[in-house]
């Protein structure tokens, strides 16, 4: 093995005997940690990108994989199969995810395009979308309309990516095989064709308007309806609303993610609400009514003589519903007394007259306290 390169195995972290589909899904993982979008301006994750793009591109191949089983990494140096055997890691990546390759932005391929058929049809890539939500539309619901840059169906040929009048052939190139034997040394590597990409046929006239593929890229507008009640971090899916397919193939999907903004009074903990409002000091010591936040506006609250700083009132039936369901979670107000901080001198002296007439007596958290003190030192 070359001193410079790492074991392919070690490169996509799994074992010898893993399986393509495991191999894939690691390479998934890894591709995406390490793609130059998600790292501008790192180097070394570049190269770790290009690195499980070499490892992927031999491992996947049955041919090269048991070359290098048996050889090493000497399969592929001069008199194997030479460094030309591998695919551009960028090609490999948009490959595995679908078409676009792109990591970045407000809306990603979330999955990559199906299989396709003999006639060169493919699913459309699945795509994601980030969406901010007030508290109020998670708790109530809402409509909400996207905009969106994706491949939609040519309108031309109606997606099927042809010319009137024209049809799909034999590829000439690989015979309708859709792999082509290419010689690398002493080895014989079967690759996918690079004109009919896989299918075995192409397109005898394509269209002008989509260059055969039957799908153009458009600005769309998505409507999303958000249930109340939802959670941030939910996905709401929006079927067919992701990228057109190949030459007509059926669209992938859209799926919405929901991240709600923080509000500057709630703080959301399930279905109760959490909010933190101040009492005056008077009132926490005398009783009375104060008027409290809900998300539809605000109610009366009974404060009794002798209410603590923290002390919490719940206002029940008024928190967030739940998902589908007419239950109601409550709001929890967290009381905050307010002392005042600039008296004047009758302020004060009324002040320093009470404190008299209270005495310590008078206040059993303080007395309880002190007590407690006391037997720490004793």
Do not use: W
């Amino acid at each position: 093995m070359s001193r410079n390169k790492r074991d392919y195995y070690e490169v996509l972290d799994v074992e010898r005997s893993s399986t393509e589909e495991e191999i894939k899904r690691s390479y998934r993982k890894l591709a995406v940690k390490f793609h130059p979008d998600k790292n501008p301006g790192d180097h070394e994750a570049e190269e770790r990108f290009k690195e499980l793009g070499e490892a992927y591109d031999v491992l996947m191949d049955p041919q090269k994989r048991a070359a290098y089983d048996r050889y090493g990494h000497a399969a592929f140096q001069q008199g194997g199969m030479g460094d030309g055997g591998f695919h551009d890691p960028f090609d490999l990546f948009r490959e595995v995810f679908g078409a676009g390759g792109g990591t970045g932005g407000i809306f990603d391929h979330f999955f990559g395009g199906g299989g396709g058929d003999s006639s060169g049809r493919q699913r459309g890539s699945d795509l994601r979308y980030d969406m901010q939500i007030t508290l109020e539309e998670a708790a109530f619901g809402a409509e909400k309309e996207i905009e969106i840059r994706k491949l939609d169906a040519c309108e031309s040929c109606d997606g099927s990516g042809t010319q009137k009048g024209s049809k799909a052939v034999t590829c000439p190139t690989c015979r309708g095989r859709g792999q082509v034997v290419a010689s690398r040394g002493f080895f014989q590597v079967a690759q996918t064709c690079p004109q009919c990409h896989g299918t075995g046929r192409i397109i005898e006239r394509p269209c002008k308007s989509c260059q055969g593929e039957g799908r153009v890229e458009k600005t769309s507008r998505v409507k999303i309806k958000v249930p109340a009640g939802i959670d941030s971090e939910s996905r709401l899916r929006s079927s067919g609303g992701g990228e057109a397919g190949l030459r007509g193939g059926p669209a992938g999907d859209l799926y919405v993610v929901l991240h709600i903004k923080e509000h500057h009074v709630f703080v959301r903990d399930g279905m109760d609400l959490r909010s933190e409002v101040p009492l005056p000091f008077t009132t926490a010591a005398l009783g009375g009514e104060i008027r409290v936040p809900t998300l539809e506006g605000a109610v009366k609250l009974k404060i009794p003589a002798g209410t603590q700083s923290g002390a919490v009132f719940r206002v029940r039936g008024q928190g967030m519903p739940a998902l589908h369901s007419a239950a109601r979670g409550d709001i929890l107000t967290h009381l905050q007394v307010e002392v005042p901080t600039s008296l004047n001198a009758e302020q004060r002296e009324a002040l320093a007259r009470f404190s008299e007439l209270c005495g310590e007596d008078n206040s059993p958290i303080h007395k309880g306290f002190y007590e407690r003190l006391k037997d720490l030192f004793t």
